[in-house]
């Protein structure tokens, strides 16, 4: 019991490593963001968070926004971003402050 206990923590740990690892991209930047047409919103408070290029490990791919509700009022979503950084292209994810 206590083995598979030891098993568990250690691959929570680790996924949440891999979850917070920024790979860089040393393929050039990622293409401009194309024009996203926004509906409207499903919900009063709900806030468009804009779509974004991912990198798929072949190339960039793009990723439609989408509507989503702040986790308390008063938030803000702040974009991601691909940055110039450690030889290449880094994504800093979006997030509500």
Known sequence: ??????????GLFLSVGV????????????PPRPVEVIPTAPHEGFVWVPGYHRWDGHGYAWVHGHY?????RGAVWVEGDWRE????????AGYWK
Do not use: T
């Open 19 to 30: 979850a917070n690892a920024q790979i860089v991209v040393r393929i050039g930047p990622p």
């Open 85 to 92: 950084e450690r030889g290449g292209h880094v994504w800093h």
């Open 68 to 72: 989503a509700r702040p986790p308390h």
């Open 1 to 10: 019991m206590k083995k598979q206990l030891l098993i568990a923590v250690c």
